[in-house]
């Protein structure tokens, strides 16, 4: 399986060049990622699967009259590959002919071939089967304005808006090797009404130098915020 010819839509992306350092327990950083590797292609890896329907959130009117979202149900069988994604353009390129049929999986299943099926019955679509490199890799930052405080909206906006904030909390974000993809979810509205102009939710994809440590890199992104 590759990344189909069926464009589902074509999104916004923001791609810049450089591989970020991981962030400490400080404002300055100790595992700082090494020149060469800021000059040369790494060997990033992620997973790209297909169900053989739909898989997106659904959006209907409630009986309030608001938009609700909901996510696709479990899908029993899906074909998966290994992809080596190790910049940007690449990941962007990618993002780009996705499918309603695909989703992402951001780590790789070790000892099983490039391609390679998953079922309910045998290999699962959970963290025993999927395992994040000791190594270059990508990490999610999640941005969504639903139930976000309006002190917070306040400060986002102090700082220039979401992506000026999250450099502000993660200066090595600047100029780093990252993916900016729009929420599934942003810009929808009822018909008849005038779609929304502001962001209000976006996946950040940010290539760092060990994604094993992705957790600890968002716990102290969360502490400096």
């Known amino acids: 399986m590759t990344p189909g010819s069926h464009v589902h839509r074509t999104p916004r992306f923001a791609a810049q060049s450089e591989v970020p350092e991981m962030p400490n327990r400080?404002?300055?950083?100790?595992?700082?990622?090494?020149?060469a590797e800021k000059n040369n292609p790494t060997l990033a890896?992620?997973?790209?699967?297909?169900?053989?329907?739909?898989?997106?959130?659904?959006?209907?009117?409630?009986?309030?009259?608001?938009?609700e979202k909901a996510a696709a149900g479990n899908h029993?069988?899906?074909a998966a590959v290994h992809l080596t994604v190790s910049t940007a353009i690449e990941f962007a390129q990618y993002l780009e002919v996705f499918s309603p049929e695909m989703a992402l999986v951001l780590g790789t299943a070790p000892g099983l071939p490039e391609y390679f099926s998953?079922?309910?019955?045998?290999i699962k679509r959970t963290r025993e089967t999927f395992h994040l490199a000791n190594g270059p890799g990508?990490?999610?930052l999640d941005y969504d304005t639903d139930q976000m405080p309006p002190s917070v909206m306040q400060r986002i906006?102090?700082?220039?808006?979401?992506?000026?904030?999250?450099?502000?909390?993660?200066?090595?974000l600047k100029g780093a090797c990252?993916?900016?993809?729009?929420?599934?979810?942003?810009?929808?509205?009822?018909?008849?009404?005038?779609?929304?102009?502001d962001i209000n939710g976006f996946h950040l994809y940010v290539l760092v130098?060990?994604?094993?440590?992705?957790?600890?890199?968002?716990?102290?992104?969360?502490?400096?915020?």
């Open 76 to 78: 029993s069988e899906w």
């Open 26 to 35: 400080t404002n300055s950083t100790s595992d700082a990622t090494s020149q």
């Open 138 to 140: 990508w990490l999610l």
């Open 178 to 197: 990252r993916v900016l993809k729009p929420s599934s979810s942003g810009g929808v509205h009822k018909t008849g009404e005038e779609a929304p102009t």
């Open 157 to 172: 906006d102090e700082l220039g808006g979401p992506v000026a904030a999250m450099e502000h909390v993660w200066p090595e």
């Open 118 to 122: 998953l079922t309910w019955n045998g």
């Open 209 to 225: 130098s060990d994604q094993s440590k992705s957790k600890e890199i968002l716990e102290i992104l969360q502490r400096r915020a």
């Open 45 to 67: 890896k992620l997973t790209v699967m297909e169900a053989n329907s739909f898989v997106g959130k659904r959006f209907r009117i409630g009986a309030d009259g608001q938009i």
